[in-house]
């Protein structure tokens, strides 16, 4: 009995430490409506605007790292 | 430090890896087009494609003309393309921005690096990519044909701990409509930030040694039962 529970032991520790690695990356197409827009900037899923035609402005637009 | 301890400490990298810049590679792509306003003759002031950790975080923005949104942002490393007749693509830090733009501008007996500013429309596919300490980016105008590549040995971690990643524009006593679309980003971390072959034993002995308890605690019951 207590090998079958070491045995299982083992497994789910192998287990744990080989998902691990997998945490690291990430890719994706970025919606940019998702971005946080500041001062007039705008967006849709594919279009952020950081230039309306107007002068004088400074638009940003930001997303922590994924 | 008791080896649970241990243990806990070394896989704190693991989670406290989003929106870090310890390890942090990327790399992606957009599209950037910048158009003049009706008849105008000329188009400004351009925009940025900017990483940084500015106090503001996600909600700051520079200045306007041809700081493009993007000077004045504190701990910054970005692109910047500046229209008007500045005509300039350059990879610029909090620091260097304005000495680099400068330069840029003056290049080519002064007509910039990166005719911009009086074409009627400039469309900008930009790749880039931070890897092993070596910020660098590839532009081409369809419109003009003209490509570019600039590459900047930086380390992120000088930044911070943590960094935004964005877009900024700016327009002054002439304006333009700047649009970016398509815009992809792969980030990954460094194997070194994963934990390695001493940390992934200290978790494995951690889960181990919550089975071995576990089993123990069975025993005993099974005992006391017997």
């Known amino acids: 009995m207590t ?30 409506s998702t971005l ?31 | 430090m008791s080896a649970t301890a241990t243990a806990l400490r070394r896989c704190q990298p693991l989670f406290r890896r989003h929106n870090a810049t310890e390890g942090l590679s990327f790399s992606g792509s ?16 351009g925009a940025s494609f900017i990483i940084q950790n500015d106090g503001a975080g996600v909600n700051a923005h520079g200045g306007e003309g041809g700081n493009i949104g993007a000077y004045y942002l504190a701990n910054a490393l970005g692109i910047g393309f500046q229209s008007w007749s500045n005509d300039a693509a350059f990879i610029f830090t909090t620091d260097t921005f304005r ?56 380390d992120l971690t000088d930044l911070g701990q943590k960094v935004f990643i964005g877009f900024t524009g700016g327009t002054g006593g002439f304006s333009a409509y700047q649009n970016i679309s398509d ?7 460094a194997p070194t930030a994963v934990p390695g ?19 123990v605690r069975r025993r005993k019951a099974d005992d006391q039962r017997a």
Not at chain 1, 9 to 17: I, R
Not at chain 2, 30 to 40: A, D, I, P, T
Not at chain 2, 123 to 130: E, P
């Open chain 1, 36 to 66: 946080q827009l500041n001062n007039g900037a705008t967006a849709t899923a594919n279009d952020l605007n950081v230039g309306n035609g107007d002068g004088f402005t400074s638009m940003s637009a930001f997303v922590p790292t994924p």
């Open chain 2, 30 to 45: 957009f599209n950037l087009n910048l158009s003049r306003v009706g008849n105008n003759t000329m188009q400004a002031d």
């Open chain 1, 3 to 32: 090998r079958k529970y070491l045995a299982t032991a083992m497994m789910a520790s192998a287990l744990f430490a080989a998902a691990l690695p997998l945490s690291g990356a990430y890719a994706a197409d970025i919606d940019l």
């Open chain 2, 183 to 189: 815009f992809k980003l792969e980030t990954s971390y």
């Open chain 2, 99 to 154: 000495s680099v733009s400068e330069a840029t501008q003056n290049e080519n007996g002064g007509n910039g690096n990166f005719s911009l500013g009086a074409n009627p429309t400039n469309l900008i596919s930009v790749a880039f990519s931070y890897a092993n300490d070596v910020f660098s980016f590839t532009a081409t105008n369809a419109n003009t044909t003209q490509s570019i590549s600039k590459s900047l040995n930086f």
């Open chain 2, 197 to 215: 072959p001493e940390a992934g034993a200290g978790l494995g002995a951690l889960a181990m040694g919550g089975m071995a308890m576990w089993m």
